[in-house]
């Protein structure tokens, strides 16, 4: 079946540090994928998505490739804050009027040192 | 544009009572998800409503769970004769028929004891 695999945390950098969150998918047809974010006693939060092969979504200086030669939507950010540290969650989903559910990965937990 | 609202945020109770969760999705979004979240892991799909039909429950979802969304407005999460297995975060999704990606609550956090 359909499945998302993030890298294992926690994952702990200093401040203005670079940052890279792997994530790799299998599923059949093109799926969307998405990147969400979970604060400290907080909901999940939509960082960003991209629906087709090649889009990048960006948010708030965070970016993934939607890559399907090698079915990976890493997160990456050029220097991080401290207010980053967060659980970050990969996620895919079959998109518009097909199976909407989306099947998110175990989550990454990022903490990051002033 | 209110967001997504769950109540409880938190219920405690008893092994074999029942609870029943709330959800408001933001208005005029006419699907709605149920999700459930362990600690350490990610969310995991229950079930999902498109206006008031019920159009798919995860095998998650056993005899003893059940949800409603009459009117295709407002949802409830029933869950009877809890167990402690059934202690997680209740999360609650909704959006509209043209956009990919959707808005969540808060969740309610169950524990049982």
């Known amino acids: 079946g359909d499945s998302v695999t993030q890298m294992e945390g926690p994952v702990t950098l200093s401040e203005e540090a670079f940052l890279t969150i792997n994530c790799t998918y299998t599923?059949?047809?093109?799926?969307?994928l998405f990147w969400y974010v979970q604060y400290p006693g907080e909901g999940l939060q939509l960082l960003l998505k991209?629906?087709?092969?090649?889009d990048k979504g960006s948010n708030k200086g965070f970016e993934a490739t939607y890559r399907k030669e090698t079915t990976s939507f890493h997160l990456e950010k050029g220097s991080v804050q401290v207010s980053d540290s967060a659980v970050y969650f990969c996620?895919?989903?079959?998109?518009?009027?097909?199976?909407?559910?989306?099947?998110f990965g175990k989550g990454t937990r990022l903490h990051i040192l002033p | 544009d209110t967001g997504v609202s769950q109540n409880p945020r938190h219920k405690i109770t008893k092994r074999g009572q029942n609870v029943t969760f709330r959800c408001d999705p933001i208005?005029?979004?006419?699907?709605l998800y149920w999700y459930r979240q362990t600690l350490g892991q990610g969310p995991e799909f229950l079930t999902y409503?498109?206006?008031?039909?019920?159009?798919?429950k995860s095998r998650l979802l056993s005899d003893r769970f059940s949800a409603e969304r009459p009117k295709g407005s407002f949802s409830t999460l029933e869950i009877q004769r809890t167990e402690q297995g059934d202690s997680a975060m209740y999360l609650c999704?909704?959006?509209?028929?043209?956009?990919?990606?959707?808005?969540f609550g808060s969740g309610t956090r169950l524990t049982v004891v």
């Open positions: 999704a909704s959006s509209p028929p043209d956009r990919v990606g959707y808005t």
């Open positions: 996620a895919l989903s079959k998109g518009l009027n097909r199976d909407d559910k989306i099947i």
């Open positions: 409503f498109q206006n008031e039909a019920q159009l798919e």
């Open positions: 208005s005029e979004h006419n699907r």
């Open positions: 599923a059949t047809g093109y799926p969307s």
């Open positions: 991209a629906t087709k092969a090649d």
